[in-house]
């Protein structure tokens, strides 16, 4: 296989294409619970889930339905909403919000967290799930189109977007047997996946961009 085939640029479609397949399937069924869990965190409170279209919700979900938006190249998201960055949502409406595998999401992970941190609620959660380039099981994913990075990349991410990380990282999904694995370690270890959680706090660890002002057009009443 030609070297240039395992350092591709993030292609939505083919990612997309193996989330669907047997291997993706294995991973997502994975982290199944882990969604549950994260959905069931705050009861009755609005909750934003950003991920594959191929993953398949909790069954018995309780109180309401999350906002699903799937990942669709571009900056832009299908699913409940059809929209781009910014979200079309208010700022703290959001007590949860689920980034599953924004590996496929492109280069514009500081924009998707900064987003993920203005709907957050002050005390609000983010559970993120993304792919351990570690782990044999990498070779599977490999030539899809996905991008790995190791839980010290995303913590700096979710640190520059002013969310405070978890000291903890654990670890789910398959090694390299295509069977789904749904118990967490502590720790990544060879897992195909890892989860990071960061929590909105009332004052953010850094200061984050103050908002670029909309200029109106000349001859518009303010």
């Not at 030539?143 to 995303?154: F, K, Q």
Request: overall charge positive; hydrophobic content about 45%; aromatic content about 6%.
């Amino acid at each position: 296989m030609p070297l240039s085939a395992f350092h591709r640029q993030a292609d939505p479609a083919a990612a997309a294409a193996w989330f669907a397949g047997d291997a993706g399937q294995a991973l997502l069924d994975s982290e199944t619970g882990c969604v549950d869990d994260a959905l069931r965190q705050r009861p009755g409170q609005l909750a934003l889930w950003l991920g594959p279209a191929a993953a398949a919700a909790p069954d018995g979900l309780g109180g309401p339905v999350p906002l699903r938006l799937h990942w669709a190249g571009g900056g832009a998201f299908h699913g409940d909403l059809h929209c781009g960055l910014p979200l079309p949502l208010a700022s703290e409406s959001c007590a949860i919000v689920i980034v599953q595998h924004p590996g496929d999401a492109g280069g514009a992970h500081a924009a998707l967290l900064e987003e993920c941190a203005r709907v957050l609620v002050a005390g609000g959660w983010l559970w993120l799930l993304a792919l351990n380039p570690l782990s044999p099981y990498r070779l599977r994913w490999r030539g899809h189109g996905l991008r790995a990075r190791e839980p010290v990349t995303w913590r700096k991410r979710l640190r520059a977007a002013g969310l405070a990380p978890d000291s903890l990282t654990r670890g789910l999904g398959p090694v390299w047997e295509v069977a789904p694995d749904a118990q967490m370690q502590d720790g990544v270890g060879l897992r195909a996946a890892f989860l990071l959680r960061a929590e909105k706090r009332r004052l953010p660890l850094t200061p984050l961009r103050k908002p670029r002002a909309l200029a109106l057009p000349a001859g518009t009443a303010a």
